[in-house]
């Protein structure tokens, strides 16, 4: 069965640097999402992508963060200069269509020390 | 309050026993999805269930929705010491596609 891929599992980067977490979407699917889960707390969206452009962010996806899907497959995040609240656990998800079931990939937990 | 809040925050449960989760919401949605987390995982869909759907089977889970009262409940019939994990509903209005989740019932079944 198809699955949401993503990369690294696991990140750990030094406050102010640039990280970029990837993931795979599932190939025929359209809208592709960025979540974030911070540890004991509840999984918050961050931004949403269809037709390589943004469809809606949320409050918390500020100008540190930027989105891009370089090539067919990959779906990336970018946070430009990492803060220690940008520690949480990032899910990438993907959509045959709008308004329903989301896939989600495993994550990739991201520690700013 | 938030979009999408389940109770019990926390549930203990003997194996076989049926386990019952609750979520309410406060805006109108489109679809209400229940999701389930493994400690540190990702989060695995188990059930969508639309806004003009009442109750849906899916092999020993069932959820109903009741949008007058803007709630839903998730039953796990049966359930099994894997079945333990974190589970979440979540909601989407419509036009806007992204999920709005609650911050989940943590269900332990006893083996």
């Known amino acids: 069965e198809p699955e949401v891929t993503q990369t690294p599992s696991h990140q750990v980067t030094q406050m102010g640097q640039e990280v970029i977490l990837r993931c795979v979407p599932i190939?025929?699917?359209?809208?592709f999402y960025w979540y974030r889960q911070i540890l004991g707390q509840k999984v918050e969206f961050l931004v949403s992508?269809?037709?390589?452009?943004?469809?809606?962010k949320s409050e918390i996806f500020d100008d540190q963060f930027s989105v891009e899907r370089p090539d067919g497959s990959n779906f990336t995040l970018k946070i430009r200069s990492t803060k220690l609240e940008d520690s949480a656990m990032y899910f990438c998800?993907?959509?045959?269509?709008?308004?329903?079931?989301?896939?989600f990939g495993p994550g990739t937990r991201l520690l700013v020390l | 309050s938030q979009q999408g809040e389940e109770d019990p925050q926390a549930l203990s449960i003997q194996e076989g026993e049926n386990a019952t989760m609750n979520c309410s919401y406060k805006t109108s949605i489109n679809n209400l999805q229940w999701y389930r987390q493994n400690s540190g995982r990702g989060l695995v869909h188990l059930i969508l269930?639309?806004?003009?759907?009442r109750e849906k089977h899916s092999g020993r889970l069932r959820v109903t929705l009741d949008t007058s009262k803007k709630s839903s409940s998730l039953l796990i019939t049966a359930s099994r010491a894997a079945d333990t994990a974190s589970y979440f509903c979540?909601?989407?209005?419509?036009?806007?596609?992204?999920?709005?989740f609650g911050k989940g019932i943590t269900l332990s079944v006893r083996p």
């Open positions: 979540a909601t989407d209005g419509g036009a806007n596609s992204k999920l709005t």
């Open positions: 998800a993907s959509s045959p269509r709008t308004e329903g079931t989301q896939y």
């Open positions: 992508f269809y037709n390589n452009e943004i469809s809606e």
């Open positions: 190939s025929n699917h359209l809208y």
């Open positions: 269930i639309r806004s003009n759907e």
